[in-house]
């Protein structure tokens, strides 16, 4: 797709039985080499960002191709520009949710906890569209975009500011209020005027978080820190 011209078209598909990490590699940088010997609207196509969901093969592909952070050097630029990798959102809001409900993570912000209890007390309340097929995870219910969208939604963090104790949820309100933004941004057909300063408040709140659980892990040992954040690839 084109960020100058309204044009989308398919470049290429490539039917696998299988796929990994080097095999992706292979395609992906075929298909930036292809790209950029080619001329549309009297221009040369340059390839400036990559979407992919999270798999773990995507996941290896990007920590393998990333040179800093979230982008890596287009060697078949002439310009020298990066390409830039992104996580689908649908995908990325699925992650965020399934930390909240994952045993091998235990999420605290400032200290206080982010609990699926929380929404437990949320659906029990009856108020909201919350119900317990959405806290009830299985492979089929992990992949509806819909019900994650309504279970880290606005309505569920006011539900719990009026009915709970502040200083209980508030961490757990934070979290949904910025997945929310997050996706509200990214999902939204049209921008609102301060769609910026939202996605900067989004990365400073999971920076800041970040940064408080590197702080306190002990360095040389292993303990329950690290668990207390969603992966730092996420």
Not at 11 to 27: D, E, H
Not at 33 to 48: D, F
Not at 92 to 109: A, G, P, T, V, Y
């Amino acid at each position: 797709s084109s960020i100058e011209r309204d044009i989308t078209w398919p470049v290429a598909s490539f039917p696998l039985t299988t796929i990994n990490r080097n095999k992706m590699s292979k395609l992906v940088w075929g298909v930036v080499s292809a790209l950029s010997k080619v001329k549309c609207c009297g221009k040369q196509l340059k390839v400036l960002y990559g979407l992919a969901d999270s798999a773990s093969h995507t996941s290896s592909f990007f920590n393998k191709a990333i040179k800093e952070t979230w982008f890596t050097e287009n060697p078949y630029s002439d310009d020298n520009e990066p390409i830039f990798w992104i996580g689908d959102p649908p995908h990325m809001i699925k992650k965020l949710r399934n930390f909240l409900f994952s045993d091998k993570r235990n999420l605290k912000f400032d200290k206080k906890d982010i609990k699926p209890e929380h929404f437990a007390a949320v659906v029990n309340r009856a108020e909201t569209k919350l119900a317990h097929k959405h806290l009830c995870l299985d492979k089929t219910t992990k992949m509806s975009v819909k019900r994650v969208a309504q279970t880290l939604s606005s309505e569920i963090a006011i539900d719990m500011l009026r009915h709970e104790d502040i200083n209980e949820v508030i961490s757990t309100v934070k979290y949904i209020w910025h997945c929310s933004w997050y996706f509200d941004i990214f999902n939204s057909k049209t921008l609102k005027s301060t769609y910026l300063l939202d996605l900067i408040k989004v990365k400073l709140f999971f920076k800041k978080w970040h940064d408080e659980v590197e702080k306190r892990k002990v360095p040389g040992s292993k303990t329950e820190t690290g668990k207390e954040f969603i992966s730092s690839q996420t």
